[in-house]
């Protein structure tokens, strides 16, 4: 009998780099989960760990308070995401000219989602940012900003193909973006695919796959369905009965997604950005499998 085993059958020919995205905490309880998170994530020493904004610019003010957070009290390179919803490109410009002057270096710029909510049509604000390549031109003509930027590996739902979600991503890199985080995604042949038809484009930045540890599968599954991901009858099955047993639900959830990981670094893959949803354990753990260890980076209480 042959072990059964969670080791890459191969090592990752060049070292693992991964990244950590949160959201802005609500209340005072959720702002002491995210930092022990961070805590516990800091020492595996990521690229940097992202912030995001939320939708129609409503976590404005958390948002930059918890990246100046992590400036000041870590050692970690904070990345700000950043949309172009509902404000002026004097008030975007204003946001991005604060997070330099507070010594944020990085920002993701996204279109974001339409100000009535997903699935109703997008009305640029009329004195803003029409779409993500111009903010991209904005923060470079700012400041020597890195930009990382999105990409759907099976389309953006409003895209009218993928051709053309494409062509929209090529823009948004002739504006200067350094880099793209891709949606979550759960069948690894998607980001292969959409990989060859990238650099078939010319595109050559790094296309950094978005890791979903599935902390919740229905809250998930509602999620996918809303921005375009699928979930395949494999993973659904696999959390079949699970709705009321979290401590089987997390096992579940840690071997899924280590298996997906893995077969990335088999497949030549050495670069992940993981969505905690601030948790840290399952991510934890997910590292640990990729061989990241605590390179104790000390953050300060
Ligand atoms: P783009 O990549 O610029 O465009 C995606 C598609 O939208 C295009 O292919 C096109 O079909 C359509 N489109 C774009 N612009 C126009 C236009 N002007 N007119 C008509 N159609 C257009 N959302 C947030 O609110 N806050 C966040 O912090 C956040 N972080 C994210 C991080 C990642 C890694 C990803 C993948 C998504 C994130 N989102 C966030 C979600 C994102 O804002 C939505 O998916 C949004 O609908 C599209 O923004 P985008 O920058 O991805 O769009």
């Known amino acids: 009998m042959s072990p059964m085993t969670l080791r890459p059958s191969r090592q990752a020919s060049s070292p693992i780099k991964v990244s950590f995205e949160f959201f802005p905490p609500k209340t005072p309880e959720m702002e002491t989960t995210l930092w ?9 020493n990521p690229q940097f760990v992202s912030v995001t904004y939320g939708a129609g610019g409503s976590t404005r003010e ?9 400036v000041t009290e870590t050692h970690l390179k904070p990345a700000a995401h950043l949309t172009c919803v509902a404000a002026t490109t004097e008030e975007v410009d204003g946001v991005i000219r604060s997070y330099w002057d507070a010594g944020v270096r990085h920002i993701v710029a996204l279109r974001g989602d339409p100000f009535a909510g ?3 049509a997008y ?7 029409r779409q993500t390549c111009d903010l991209v031109a904005g923060i470079k003509a700012i400041g020597d900003f890195e930009v990382s930027v999105s990409a759907y590996p099976e389309k ?3 895209a009218a193909s993928l051709d053309s979600d494409i062509d929209v991503l090529k823009a948004k890199v002739d504006c200067g973006a350094d880099r793209a985080i891709t ?3 759960f069948d690894n042949d998607h980001y292969f695919r959409y990989l060859d038809r990238v650099r078939a484009r010319g595109i050559d930045i790094p296309i950094v796959p978005g890791i979903v540890p599935v902390q919740n599968f229905k809250q998930t599954a509602n999620f996918a369905a809303k921005t375009g991901a699928s979930i395949p009858d494999w993973l659904a099955a696999r959390f079949e009965g699970l709705d009321n047993d979290v401590e089987t639900r997390k096992l579940v959830a840690a071997a899924v997604a280590a298996e997906q990981v893995i077969d990335l670094v088999d497949r030549g893959v050495n670069e992940f950005h993981f969505y905690t949803m601030n948790r840290a354990d399952l991510v934890y753990a997910i590292c640990h499998l990729l061989g990241l260890r605590d390179q ?3 953050v300060a209480a």
């Not at 022990?36 to 595996?44: F, G, N, T």
């Not at 958390?62 to 992590?70: G, L, P, Y």
């Open 156 to 158: 953006h739902p409003e």
């Open 123 to 129: 009305e640029p604000h009329p004195g803003g940012y």
């Open 62 to 70: 958390r948002t930059h308070a918890t990246v100046s957070r992590i």
């Open 36 to 44: 022990a998170s961070i805590q516990r994530l800091a020492p595996l």
């Open 183 to 185: 949606q979550f995604f």
């Open 118 to 120: 997903i699935g109703t």
């Open 296 to 298: 104790s980076v000390k």
